[in-house]
Every structure is written in C-alpha cells, then in structure tokens.
C-alpha cells in the first residue's frame, strides 16, 4: 500500500494536472460555479482525486449555492483532517484528505443550513472523483 505522505513534490507534479496540483497540493482554490460536481445529484460517492481515498457520499451532499460542493458530513470521521488556516488574514478551518494530506476546501460552522450538523464542508470540485453507485444511508 502506498504511503502518499512520503510522494515528492516532483512526483505530485507528473501525477496531477497542474490545476489539480495548485488546488491540492498548494491549498489553491478553483473558480465558483465552474466546478463539475457543484451542482451534481447523482448518487455515489466521492474519492479524493490525488490517492482516491474514498471521502464523502452523495447522502450527505447539499445546495448550498456557494458555488463549490458543500456535504454536512464525510464518509467517517477520520476521512479527512482539519486544521486552522489564518492565510486571508482570519480563521477558517482547511480540510485536508486524512490519507493523503492533500488540501480539498475548508468545513464552516453555524451558518443556519437546515442539516444534521450545521457544518458545510465547503470542497473544490478539482479534488474529487465521483464514482457513481447505490449509497445506503448512514
């Protein structure tokens, strides 16, 4: 099983196409609604794109009209990893795949959606794969 936390730079760089780099590997973000799965319905589940972990399911997605794929909640728990991030000058909490420490968006607490855990895990489209298949709720 590969170790994606010991892949170099250089090998990121011949994995990933070079906006994929910049939003994963540099923490960039891709343009509001131009992302592929922004405004997808269809059932399955979503994998990171640099390791193909998988992260999040297509139960847990929802319109948030912020432009970006929102969920209220990943697959599991230890799924992804979360860390302050102060780089626009206040705080945010960036959420980076668990397996593969790769950046994906950053989650937002509080802000009054009507779902099970007031959290919006706000995730660029750049870094996910959607591999379409019958999801049983949680």
């Given at each position: 099983?590969?170790?994606?936390?010991?892949?170099?730079?250089?090998?990121?760089?011949?994995?990933?196409?070079?906006?994929?780099?910049?939003?994963?590997?540099?923490?960039?973000?891709?343009?509001?609604?131009?992302?592929?799965?922004?405004?997808?319905?269809?059932?399955?589940?979503?994998?990171?794109?640099?390791?193909?972990?998988?992260?999040?399911?297509?139960?847990?997605?929802?319109?948030?009209?912020?432009?970006?794929?929102?969920?209220?909640?990943p697959l599991a728990g230890d799924r992804?990893?979360?860390?302050?991030?102060?780089?626009?000058?206040?705080?945010?909490?960036?959420?980076?795949?668990?397996?593969?420490?790769?950046?994906?968006?950053?989650?937002?607490?509080?802000?009054?959606?009507?779902?099970?855990?007031?959290?919006?895990?706000?995730?660029?489209?750049?870094?996910?794969?959607?591999?379409?298949?019958?999801?049983?709720?949680?």
């Open positions: 099983m590969t170790d994606f936390t010991l892949i170099s730079d250089d090998e990121w760089r011949k994995r990933l196409s070079s906006e994929e780099y910049r939003v994963l590997r540099q923490a960039g973000t891709e343009a509001p609604f131009i992302g592929e799965y922004t405004d997808t319905t269809t059932e399955g589940v979503y994998s990171c794109r640099a390791c193909g972990a998988e992260l999040f399911r297509s139960t847990e997605k929802f319109s948030s009209h912020c432009g970006w794929p929102s969920f209220f909640s992804v990893i979360e860390r302050d991030d102060f780089s626009l000058g206040h705080h945010r909490v960036e959420v980076l795949c668990a397996n593969c420490h790769s950046h994906l968006g950053h989650v937002f607490a509080g802000e009054g959606y009507d779902t099970p855990t007031d959290l919006r895990y706000c995730i660029n489209s750049i870094c996910l794969t959607l591999e379409e298949k019958p999801v049983a709720d949680s």
